[in-house]
T-cell receptor
Framework: GENVEQHPSTLSVQEGDSAVIKCTYSDSASNYFPWYKQELGKRPQLIIDIRSNVGEKKDQRIAVTLNKTAKHFSLHITETQPEDSAVYFCAPPNKLVFGAGTILRVKS | SAVISQKPSRDICQRGTSLTIQCQVDSQVTMMFWYRQQPGQSLTLIATANQGSEATYESGFVIDKFPISRPNLTFSTLTVSNMSPEDSSIYLC?????????FGSGTRLTVV
């Protein structure tokens, strides 16, 4: 089955700093790479995704980059704000599994 | 995107009893997925529910413990049977849209 590793497991940053979370996958045939955000007590929500024909996608303060050669994709959050505090999950492409999650804490 | 109504939102149940969770989608979908999220953990797929056929269960999950119904393309139920405290968890239904998941609001189950 698909092997996925998500790092780091926890991440604390100061408000205004950047945060980067990385997900490594094993299936080279993958073509869709999503990231989910789960706030405390709420359902996971898709926040950004990328397809394999592009290397980067941005949506305001968040971006996803893809390195197909190295088989990893990363979530980048710039100018972090307290409301970015949540658990973030990657979901390996084409598979019904999720990464272990990263707890992001933004300290104000 | 699809809107999924899931109920109940939470319940406290006695061990040995069963609870049925319902999910209603506002559009027709081929597959619905049931996930479990234990406290502080990631999401684990329980099974995939297809309309008109038996659900497909993931390793570690069996039909006798988690029977699923899928009577039409907009509705599914998951039953947690003969519950024990280890079944205390959040259960989420979901659908795939354009590659990404949309989730129901979840059912927080506590077994005492």
């Amino acid at each position: 089955g698909e092997n996925v590793e998500q790092h780091p497991s926890t991440l604390s940053v100061q408000e205004g700093d950047s945060a980067v979370i990385k997900c490594t996958y094993s299936d080279s045939a993958s073509n869709y790479f999503p990231w989910y955000k789960q706030e405390l007590g709420k359902r996971p929500q898709l926040i950004i995704d990328i397809r394999s024909n592009v290397g980067e996608k941005k949506d305001q303060r968040i971006a996803v980059t893809l390195n197909k050669t190295a088989k990893h994709f990363s979530l980048h959050i710039t100018e972090t704000q307290p409301e970015d505090s949540a658990v973030y999950f990657c979901a390996p492409p084409n598979k019904l599994v999720f990464g272990a999650g990263t707890i992001l804490r933004v300290k104000s | 995107s699809a809107v999924i109504s899931q109920k109940p939102s939470r319940d406290i149940c006695q061990r040995g009893t069963s609870l049925t969770i319902q999910c209603q989608v506002d559009s027709q979908v081929t597959m619905m997925f049931w996930y479990r999220q234990q406290p502080g953990q990631s999401l684990t797929l329980i099974a995939t529910a297809n309309q008109g056929s038996e659900a497909t269960y993931e390793s570690g999950f069996v039909i006798d413990k988690f029977p699923i119904s899928r009577p039409n393309l907009t509705f599914s139920t998951l039953t947690v049977s003969n519950m024990s405290p280890e079944d205390s968890s959040i259960y989420l239904c979901s659908v795939l849209e354009g590659g990404g998941y949309t989730f129901g609001s979840g059912t927080r189950l506590t077994v005492v």
